[in-house]
């Protein structure tokens, strides 16, 4: 491959898993993707499918026990995070790959005020003095919006309003300039204007210093806003990976197209949004076949006794399901499912 299409981060069949009193649960299980430089990758699905984990395993955050990385590979920048000593690890987590965590407060330090806990990191990182890293962090809280970051700079956590505080976890994982940012739920709990600052602040950076954002998110506005790529998980997998203009105007996976179907349309005045019947299967009890296929109105009988592979399609996309495959029998053809 040449050097330039080279991806930053390419996760080879990760698998993390969690064993319980009630067995081993796959939150995540065999998943791959590749994330280039100034790229954007967005990563959804409803709650429990395995997003944030997926996060939390790229930068070894998994609590052990009771879980542990099964298997795979992280490559960044060609090095295996999976297999990284601690200490190297320490040097690239929160340095050259940030995270937004999802929750702030129980992220942030309750007692310390949040300009020191930048300026922390900022120091360890970037090799700063004191003065010189104070001040960055009051510079970062102004970037991400906060009003008189002087004076919030000096304030503890539960001073602050829970935007305020999202705001200053986006202003830590932003301090060091990182190749790559993992946000998870950046803006959940911000207003719309800030939501939109706080994207463009992103975008500002990625076009700066090239940097690649993996968007973990609900909000599939979000997702069309701001990624080039989209990963859909469910259940542990990822059911279909495309370019974000190939999800929205021609969703293949049937899980994809309850997505978008349970959107609300501008020009449509409905009394009820569409919605997905059924429910996730237990992570502790996985079907043996489409881990889907309790909830697909396509359901055919090779649907509950054999496991999809993601498989590639002549347009690029790549979908895990039985109807894209020369195996399916089903009424409905291929060709015939848009």
Known sequence: MNEKNKPILEVKGLKTHFTTKRGVSKAVDGIDFTLHKGETLGIVGESGC?????????????????????????????????????????????????????????????????????AEAIRLHQKL????????????????????????????????????RQRVMIAMALACTPEVLIADEPTTALDVT?????????????????????????????VAETCDKVAVMYAGNIVEYASTEQIFANPKHPYTQGLLDSLPKINEDVDEL???EGSIPSPYNMPSGCRFASRCPYKEEMCTSHKPELIE????????????TDEWTGTIKKEEVV
């Open 50 to 118: 395995g997003k944030s984990m997926t996060s939390l395993s790229i930068l070894r955050l998994i609590p052990s026990p009771p879980g542990k990385i099964a298997g795979g590979s992280v490559l960044f920048k060609g090095k295996d995070l999976v297999t990284m000593p601690e200490g190297e690890m320490r040097e690239i987590r929160g340095n050259e790959i940030s995270m937004i965590f999802q929750e702030p407060m129980t992220s942030l330090n309750p007692v310390i005020p949040v300009g020191e806990q930048i």
């Open 274 to 276: 569409k919605t997905i």
């Open 313 to 324: 399609q002549n347009d690029g996309v790549k979908v895990r399901c039985w109807k894209y």
């Open 129 to 164: 003095g004191k003065k010189a890293a104070w001040e960055k962090s009051v510079e970062m809280l102004r970037l991400v919006g906060i009003p008189s970051p002087e004076k919030r700079a000096k304030q503890e956590p539960f001073q602050l309003s829970g935007g305020m």
């Open 194 to 222: 800030i939501q939109s600052q706080i994207l463009e602040l992103i975008k500002d950076l990625q076009t700066k210093i090239g940097m690649g954002v993996i968007m973990i998110t609900h909000d599939l506005g979000v």
